[in-house]
């Protein structure tokens, strides 16, 4: 790949025409759109709220890293069993009180890492870990995407999977034939393409666009009841260890955002204040209603295959999800954008991150015929994209990829740098 071909349409700091930049903003929004607001109708809590609080929480996350890192934070998936739980048992004020704990858990690691430095990264972070690592992120979430792109409630549709692969096909002829303008836009254009065919087919229920009201303000939540506040230890105890699995997703998707861009941002604006921005994003969310948030492999998809990189197209579409949250009728027709959409788009987007971490071990060649990398990689991929996760209890699940980041760690630690047959 030329340096040309590899240079960004827009870089970190550079801010688009306004006509642009709104439509690159949109194509963010409607990407992360889908799972941001599934986290809180599996959980049981208020979709508004939600996208309120992920808009919210990226303007405080690019707001805390000084507008240096394009991360864009939407609902995590990683909470989803212990809220679930604490919800019907106890109430939100004990969903907050844990979503607040996780972000309380990032401060912590964040005050460590500024004592004792990054230095210490690149050593359990070599490229034969971090390649493996960045593909099992994008390609752990194949089958979530295979599913929306193939079933309707629950069995096999076709429909469905004609929908997702149009879909697809349509996201990528955008990417390949457009210039100018509307080439900045594939993944948003196969999403409309997509939406347009679906509503062809009979897969999208408009009805819930008709009952919404123009005006609506989304339901906040409290971390006080009507006695006050009350401490739920319960609710930390099944949510802060948790942290440990989004804390190796941010690690991972900083080591994606740093390739993909050319920035590192270890460096700059510097770990800890990344982890902090996370930390202080849930801790917001937790206060207004929302879910524990996280950074998103969407939204680093769209920028791997845009080559837009600007932190202001991410503030831009932060904005949009702040508005709307308050508009009922585009918040309702957004989510009426049906699995067969978001599944076809998510094959191109999950597939462009884990064409990254293909990247990182082809830059950096990475030998395989050298034992101590294959013995690395092997696991590292078959763990994660097939989420051998260990569950310590019902509300306590260490995912595939977590595993798979740990695992990959301790075998670069405590593997010799040559095999015993290999020595002559």
Same mark, same amino acid.
């Given at each position: %790949?030329?340096?040309e071909?590899?240079?960004?349409?827009?870089?970190?700091?550079?801010?688009?025409p306004f006509?642009?930049?709104?439509?690159l903003?949109?194509?963010?929004?409607?990407? %992360?759109f889908?799972?941001?607001?599934l986290?809180?109708?599996?959980?049981?809590?208020n #979709?508004?709220?939600?996208?309120?609080?992920?808009?919210i929480?990226?303007l405080i996350?690019?707001?805390?890293?000084?507008?240096?890192?394009?991360?864009?934070?939407?609902?995590? !998936?990683a909470?989803?069993?212990?809220m679930t739980?604490?919800?019907?048992t106890?109430?939100?004020?004990?969903?907050?009180?844990g979503?607040?704990?996780?972000?309380?858990?990032?401060l912590?690691?964040?005050?460590v890492v500024?004592?004792?430095?990054?230095?210490?990264i690149?050593?359990?972070?070599?490229p034969a870990?971090?390649?493996?690592?960045?593909?099992?992120?994008g390609?752990?979430?194949?089958?979530?995407?295979?599913?929306?792109a193939?079933?309707?409630?629950?069995?096999?549709?076709l429909?469905?999977?004609?929908?997702?692969?149009?879909t697809?096909?349509?996201t990528?002829?955008f990417?390949m034939?457009l210039?100018?303008?509307?080439?900045?836009? #594939?993944?948003?254009?196969?999403?409309?393409?997509g939406?347009?065919?679906?509503?062809?087919?009979?897969?999208?229920?408009?009805s819930?666009?008709?009952?919404a009201?123009?005006?609506?303000?989304?339901?906040?939540e409290?971390?006080?009841?009507?006695?006050? !506040?009350v401490?739920?230890?319960?609710?930390?105890?099944?949510?802060?260890?948790l942290?440990l699995?989004?804390?190796?997703?941010?690690?991972g998707?900083?080591?994606?955002?740093?390739?993909i861009?050319?920035?590192?941002?270890?460096?700059?604006?510097?770990?800890?204040?990344?982890?902090t921005?996370?930390?202080?994003?849930?801790?917001?969310?937790?206060?207004?209603g929302?879910?524990?948030?996280?950074?998103y492999?969407?939204?680093?998809?769209?920028?791997?295959?845009?080559?837009?990189?600007s932190?202001w197209?991410?503030?831009?579409?932060?904005f949009?999800?702040v508005?709307?949250? !308050?508009?009922?009728?585009?918040?309702?027709?957004?989510?009426?954008?049906?699995?067969?959409v978001t599944?076809g788009?998510g094959? %191109?987007?999950?597939?462009?991150?884990?064409a990254?971490?293909?990247?990182?071990?082809?830059?950096?060649?990475?030998d395989?015929?050298?034992?101590?990398?294959? %013995?690395i990689?092997?696991?590292?991929?078959?763990?994660?994209?097939?989420?051998?996760?260990?569950?310590?209890?019902?509300?306590?699940?260490?995912?595939?990829?977590?595993?798979?980041?740990v695992?990959g760690?301790?075998?670069?630690?405590?593997l010799?740098k040559?095999?015993?047959?290999?020595?002559?």
């Open positions: %790949m030329s340096e071909s590899n240079k960004p349409v827009y870089d970190l700091y550079e801010r688009p006509l642009t930049w709104f439509g903003s949109l194509q963010h929004l409607f990407s %992360m889908g799972a941001t607001v986290v809180p109708l599996l959980v049981g809590l #979709p508004g709220v939600a996208l309120f609080s992920s808009g929480g990226t996350h690019i707001l805390i890293t000084r507008g240096r890192i394009p991360a864009y934070m939407g609902s995590s !998936f909470f989803i069993i212990p739980s604490l919800l019907k106890v109430g939100y004020p004990a969903v907050a009180q979503v607040i704990s996780v972000g309380i858990v990032y912590v690691v964040a005050l500024t004592f004792t430095g990054t230095a210490w690149n050593a359990i972070f070599p870990v971090v390649g493996p690592v960045i593909m099992v992120i390609l752990s979430l194949a089958g979530a995407a295979a599913t929306s193939t079933q309707l409630n629950g069995h096999y549709d429909k469905v999977f004609a929908v997702a692969l149009v697809l096909l349509a990528i002829a990417n034939f210039r100018g303008f509307l080439g900045l836009l #594939p993944v948003l254009l196969g999403i409309i393409f939406y347009l065919m679906a509503l062809a087919v009979g897969l999208v229920d408009l819930v666009v008709n009952q009201q123009w005006f609506q303000m989304p339901k906040f409290s971390f006080l009841d009507e006695r006050g !506040f401490f739920y230890p319960a609710a930390v105890l099944s949510m802060a260890p942290a699995v989004t804390l190796s997703e941010h690690l998707h900083l080591m994606v955002l740093s390739k861009t050319g920035h590192d941002f270890f460096e700059n604006p510097g770990l800890k204040r990344t982890l921005g996370d930390g202080a994003a849930s801790i917001a969310a937790g206060l207004v929302g879910p524990a948030v996280t950074s492999g969407e939204n680093i998809g769209v920028m791997q295959l845009s080559r837009v990189y932190v197209v991410i503030g831009g579409a932060a949009l999800a508005i709307f949250s !308050f508009v009922g009728k585009l918040s309702a027709l957004i989510s009426t954008i049906p699995g067969a599944g788009v094959f %191109m987007l999950y597939g462009v991150i884990a990254a971490g293909l990247q990182v071990i082809v830059d950096n060649k990475i395989y015929s050298k034992k101590r990398n294959l %013995m990689a092997a696991p590292i991929l078959v763990i994660g994209i097939g989420n051998f996760h260990l569950q310590l209890s019902n509300q306590v699940d260490f995912s595939g990829v977590a595993l798979a980041t695992l760690i301790i075998l670069n630690l405590v010799p040559v095999a015993a047959s290999e020595i002559e």
